[in-house]
């Protein structure tokens, strides 16, 4: 059986530099009857338990190490076996949440981590975070675009550990080349298409955030 995307929606709140905001989160399962990863753990672990219903879970992929992306990772990690994967340049803003762990495995630009006959290719897009990545799937038309892009341009860039430029440069060289038509599952609100976004690269840098 191919894979399939299943999305769920979690609520908390996101911390940093001193404040905290009422989130919700994009949560995606992709898998089959048989097996499953979950990208971004955000919130509630009985929640993606009951969702992936008793499928083996084989990873736990951060898309960035903000607090609202990662709070139910450890649980869900803990709860069933599978392994917590973050790029190392994240270390910093997990070390925030997690002072006393880490994650079990790094992720690596180039990388292809393969699950139910899928391959999901790590696109390293720092600017949000320094370690922010992607996940492109293009057997199933999609790339999780986490916290980089947004329908409506990038992610936010004005808290610590971002950069606005940086992030233009992210999407404009990795995730802008992609096909016009796949899809952009995003971590919080509405998903968008490549297509859509990609018209749109000089008004976000006249309006410089």
Not at 129 to 143: E, R, S, T, Y
């Amino acid at each position: 059986m191919a894979a399939r995307i299943e999305h769920l929606v979690t609520s908390g709140t996101f911390s940093l530099d001193g404040g905290t905001w009422e989130v919700d989160n994009n949560v995606w399962i992709v898998g089959d009857d048989e097996e499953a990863v979950v990208i971004d753990a955000a919130h509630d672990a009985d929640a993606i338990l009951a969702a992936l219903g008793g499928r083996r879970l084989r990873a736990v992929l951060c898309t960035h190490a903000h607090d609202d992306h990662i709070d139910a990772a450890p649980a869900l990690a803990s709860r069933t076996g599978a392994m917590i994967h973050l790029h190392p340049d994240d270390l910093p803003l997990w070390k925030l949440t997690y002072p006393g762990s880490s994650p079990d495995r790094e992720l690596t630009d180039g990388q292809v981590l393969t699950i139910a006959g899928t391959d999901l290719t790590v696109l390293h897009t720092p600017g949000h975070a320094p370690g922010a990545v992607c996940f492109h799937a293009p057997d199933l038309g999609v790339v999780f675009s986490g916290d980089t892009l947004f329908k409506g341009g990038p992610g936010a860039t004005g808290r610590s550990f971002s950069d606005f430029p940086t992030i233009v440069e992210s999407i404009k060289e990795r995730l802008l080349g992609l096909p016009p038509e796949t899809k952009v599952l995003t971590g919080h609100g509405d998903p968008t298409t490549i297509g859509d976004e990609a018209p749109h690269l000089e008004e976000w840098i006249a309006r410089g955030h």
